[in-house]
Each structure stands twice: as structure tokens, then as C-alpha cells.
């Protein structure tokens, strides 16, 4: 039972065999027709005229953030968002791109007075201001839509790009139940990684214009990202996509399950209705030693990592019986 993350799934037995036998070719010369079709499709799928296929989520973000930016410019994005805080300052190292954050309000949203004071006047002295990206959801909290159409607007009126990074934006498709189109209508270019949740082993999807996939394909062969037989991974992405998205409405239910029995500890406090997905957070008393219940979890078999508040994401690897046997093991740990 492994809590980290829900980067930790296997592939499934679906996927196993379409990789086995999956027709391959050579996807630098755009010869691969199981990279080709999970292109051609997840672009229609999500509304835009292109996709590309690529290594990480991570490298859909630079991608994009570089197809979207010259050296000079700058994006708009949360003080909490992925792609300024946890992917190596890659925009800035590798695209010359200067990331502007804002402070995310508690419901992972960006204040757009705040945002309009930070756009930069056409003025020698500043970066120029061309994007702003948004992540849903955001420590497994949703963007409503409503939020997502007055983004759009927000950047039209400024002429911005607007970009997001939806590594896990099928937690949010689920959770309202909506089409994937009603939130990715609003979006420039979008991301989805399909190793998270969605249990493909490796792999993201970029989605654009024709012309902006284009300069993103040119971009992902100089950084090392041109891959050849790649329809192995691919023929695995388009299961993700087909096959487990239903899978993370259980990982939700699991989710509000393991919500609920926390808060029923003394140890623990959260709120149940900031639980929107897959991802629990709990502050823990700062009387317990954390190493030591990570370490007395791993003995039993259960994995968890150590921060404040704590993270718990929830995946189709870890079913409800469980989050129950999880919860039984824990309250005489932190009793
Ligand atoms: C995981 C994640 C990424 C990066 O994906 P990798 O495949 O791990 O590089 C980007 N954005 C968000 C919101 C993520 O959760």
C-alpha cells in the first residue's frame, strides 16, 4: 500500500499486451502509427488540432512554456504550481523564460486583481508578459469552470496565452462529470499526464495548435526528447485514456474514506470538503514523530511519506479494504 503518490501504479494487464504487440516504427521520422493514432485521436478527444506524445509531464510543461515564450518573456502561474516549483527551474534554465507566481488563494485559484497588477507594462525596464498557466486541479482541488471561463477572458482582454497544466485533469472531468472538451475549451494548450492515475507506466500528452505542436516537436528533439519505437509506450497511453478513467471515480469514494477515518483521529485534522479527488491532506500533531510512524507503517507493509500537513494520494492500487486495514493499523501508531 503505497500512499506517495499515484505515480506509483503498475500498468495493466490491458496494457502489458497492447505494448507486446503494438505496431512500432520510427517516431523521429513521424513513422510510428501507434504514437500517430493516439496523437490523432487524443487531439479530437480534447478539441484541439494536434498532440504530441512525450517522455513526462514535466517536459509537456517546458514545452509548452518554450512553444508559448521566447528568452525574455515571462508566465503568469501559482506560488504552488507544478510547473514553477517542482520542475527544476526549467523554464528559466532551459527557455530563458522568467516565471512571475502569485500567491493561490485557499481554493488553488489565482486572484486576477493580483494578476492584472502583475502583468508588465510595455516598458525597456520589464520581461514581457505572454502567459498565464493554470494546473487543475491543484493539490487535488478543482478549478470550477465557471473560474476557468473568466480566466480565459481575463487573458483575452490582455492578450495572453493561457495554458494548463492538467496532469491530473481527468480527477476533475470525473469529479463534475463533465466531458474533457467543457474544461479543455477554454485552454491554449493543454497537458495530461497518463502515468499518474491513469496508471500508463510512462508518459504525457501536450495538446495545442498545429503550429504550436510543431515548434513544441522541434523543441522536445533538441532537449533529448525525440524518441524512436515509441508505440510500445504509446499503445499503453491510449488504455490509460480508454480504459482507466473510470477508475478514478473509485479513487475519490477511497479518498472521502480515508478523509473521513483520519478526522476521526485525535492525531489528525482536515477538512472533508477540500477533498475534491484523490489527494487527502492532514495536518498531524507536531508531537508525533513522524519518521518513526513512517518507519512503524513500513514494517506493515504500508508506505507513506513525512510532511506537514501530510499527503495521502489515493490509486487504483490501493483498494478500499486497503484504506481500512490502513486506518486499523494507524490509530494505536498515533494514539
Ligand atoms: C506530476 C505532475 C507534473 C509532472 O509530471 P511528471 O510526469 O512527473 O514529470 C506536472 N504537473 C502536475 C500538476 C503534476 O502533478
Redesign the pocket.
Known sequence: MDFR?D?VTHPTQAMRQAMATAAVGDDVYGDDPTVNDLQIWAAQQHGFEAALFV???????LLGLMAHCQRGDEYLCGQQ???YK??GGGAAVLGSIQPQPIENEPDGTLCFKKLERAIKPDDAHFAQTKLLSL?N??NGKILPLDYLKQAREFTHKHDLKLHL????VYNAVVALDVDVKEIAQYFDSM?V?L??GLAAP???LLLGTKEFISRARRIRKMLGGGMRQAGILAAAGKLALTEQVSQLKVDHENAQILAKGLNALDAFSLKPELVHTNIVFAKIDDNIDQAALKQSLQQQGITISCSQPMRFVLHKDINRQDVERFLQVLAPLVA
Open positions: 503518490s505515480t517522455t513526462s509531464g514535466t517536459q509537456a510543461n504550481a507544478h510547473n517542482f520542475e494546473e486541479t491543484i497544466d492538467g496532469a491530473r497537458t499526464c502515468s499518474k510512462v508518459g504525457s
